[in-house]
């Protein structure tokens, strides 16, 4: 069902975990149906320096999850918004259609991060 | 790596002498029973032996009650529709429950659309039908009451003979889905006032594909099938030989090592249940403790959703299923464990384990050296656990 890429992740999620002083956190999803995530960014200079996440779900979801982790760290913000749900199943080497809708949410949950990074940025100023 | 499949009520090896029994009728003895020459002979007696066969496991009375199928879902739709159209004369109004099949709400959602009227009688908790709140729903115009043996899902086996009486008492006739039950708990449609009961032959280790209806003579049926008139005209279609004669072959097995079958199944199931619930915390048992079925054990763990528990398990040899969303078609939780009052969190991080023949002590030994470490990575992972669980 899975591909080899996504059991990977699946089995050796990169990246997992909390970023207790994160700059930004993005959390999407629900308990209640079935997948919820949390990406945490530390930002510098711009630049994603670290990105974690915690995710509830089945393994798609957290194969998802770590890979977002590897597409976004390092890269601009520009960049890092860039980054679709498309690129993410690409980069897994697909994910099954039913899938495709209900637990590809890591792009959400960065681009959450970082929203959540820029208004408590502008809240500083 | 072990291999420990405990999947069973999902898929069952066919027993070895049921495929041996099935052979010579694929490639030597393939007449047809219709037929007036000998090869026909020889698949009629074959099927006459099999019809025997299932009928004693059953309890019924005659071989000739006892209609062969395509499995639990077509006997079921036989079953329900059946005599819901027979009886449109008498009454448009079935009972069934809350926690049936997905073939029984499905057909009985169907029935609706046509006019009748359905009552599900809820479950408590642990999954068991109050006789008495069923017996409350009987009206004068009710010609159906269909209930479940035991839930596949959650293993709960109902007060059948309770409930079989008041049907009966009522003059309602009394259909049983015994898919799940059959060949594992004793069931016996005489002592039991059952006038129809659904049966599958993979259940109980024979050929997938194959089933069979028990009709009480004199209940008031109709097919749904129309053909050349087999089956006494309820099943047309020519027969699948080789699978009557297999689940024939498997009924018979099934009714000899039942008891001692049963016994050693209930024993290493309970040592599993007490062992998930001893080592792991926030872990529940999903039905109820002792009227369940023999192999059953369903178990639900918190923070956790139970696909990535099957892949994980899945790693290390252990093959099992969920109530989860994620595992489902419709993506929608199991609706027996939101009947039984779970949240649909609680239903997502759910795993059923359905032991059989091949299950030893110590598959189970080695489900409970796995899986620990399985949950605990997951819960590591997931946002949902809370902080002094981790460490």
């Known amino acids: 069902m899975y591909s080899e890429k996504v059991m990977d992740h699946f089995m050796n999620p990169r990246n997992m975990g909390e970023i207790p002083d994160a700059d930004g956190v993005g959390t999407v999803g629900n308990p209640v149906c079935g997948d919820l995530m949390t990406v945490y960014i530390k930002v510098e200079d711009g630049r994603l320096e670290d990105v974690k996440f915690k995710t509830f779900g089945c393994g798609a979801a957290i194969a998802t999850s770590s890979m977002i982790t590897e597409l976004a760290k390092g890269r601009t913000i520009k960049e890092a918004l860039k980054i679709t749900r498309g690129d993410v199943a690409d980069s897994l080497g697909g994910l099954p259609s039913v899938k495709m809708h209900c637990s590809n949410l890591a792009a959400d949950a960065l681009h959450a991060a970082i929203e959540d990074y820029r208004k408590k940025k502008e809240a500083k100023k | ?391």
Do not use: W
Not at chain 2, 4 to 26: I, L, N, Q, T, W
Not at chain 2, 102 to 110: A, F
Not at chain 2, 232 to 255: F, H, K, Y
Not at chain 2, 344 to 370: C, I, P, W
């Open chain 2, 1 to 391: 790596m072990r291999r420990v499949y405990m999947d069973h009520a999902a898929g069952m090896p066919v027993d070895s002498r049921v495929f041996e029994a099935m052979k010579p009728f694929c490639r030597e003895n393939y007449g047809n029973p219709s037929s007036p020459h000998s090869y026909g002979a020889i698949a009629r007696n074959a099927l006459a032996e099999a019809r025997e066969r299932v009928a004693q496991l059953v309890g019924a009375e005659k071989p000739e009650e006892v209609i062969f199928t395509s499995g639990g879902t077509e006997s079921n739709n036989l079953a329900i529709k059946g005599v819901a159209h027979r009886n449109r004369d008498k009454g448009n109004h079935i009972i069934t429950t809350t926690i049936e099949h997905i073939s029984v709400i499905n057909i009985c959602k169907h029935l609706q659309k046509q006019g009748f009227k359905v009552t599900q009688v809820p479950a408590d908790k642990e999954g068991l039908v109050d006789p008495e709140k069923l017996k409350d729903e009987i009206t004068d115009k009710t010609i159906l009451v269909s209930i479940m043996y035991a839930n596949g899902e959650i293993g709960t086996i109902q007060p059948i003979r309770e409930i079989g009486k008041i049907a009966h008492d009522n003059k309602v006739a009394f259909h049983v889905d015994a898919v799940a039950a059959a060949g594992k708990v004793p069931t016996n449609v005489e002592e039991e006032n059952i006038d129809l009961l659904s049966i599958s032959s993979n259940d109980m280790y024979g050929p997938k594909g194959m089933g069979a209806l028990y009709i009480k003579k004199g209940t008031r049926i109709q097919p749904i099938l129309q053909g050349g008139g087999q089956e006494r005209g309820l099943r047309s279609g020519t027969e699948n030989v080789p699978g009557m004669v297999g689940m024939g072959t498997a009924a018979e097995i099934a009714q000899k090592e039942m008891e001692s079958e049963g016994t050693r199944l209930t024993a290493i199931r309970d040592k599993l249940i007490k062992g998930v619930l001893d080592t792991i915390t926030s872990s529940y048992l999903n039905g109820h403790p002792t009227k369940r079925l023999p192999g059953n054990a369903n178990l639900r763990f918190s923070y956790i959703e139970g696909e990535s528990l099957i892949l994980g398990l899945d790693m290390l040899g252990i093959q099992v299923s969920s109530g989860s969303a994620c595992t489902s078609k419709t993506l929608e939780p199991s609706h027996v464990l939101l009947a039984i009052g779970l949240a649909h969190e609680e239903a997502h991080g759910s795993l059923v384990f359905t032991m059989g023949k091949q299950n030893s002590e110590e598959d189970v030994n080695y489900v409970l050296e796995s899986l620990p470490g399985v949950v605990k990575r997951l819960r590591e992972i997931s946002p949902l656990t809370p902080k002094e669980m981790l460490r």
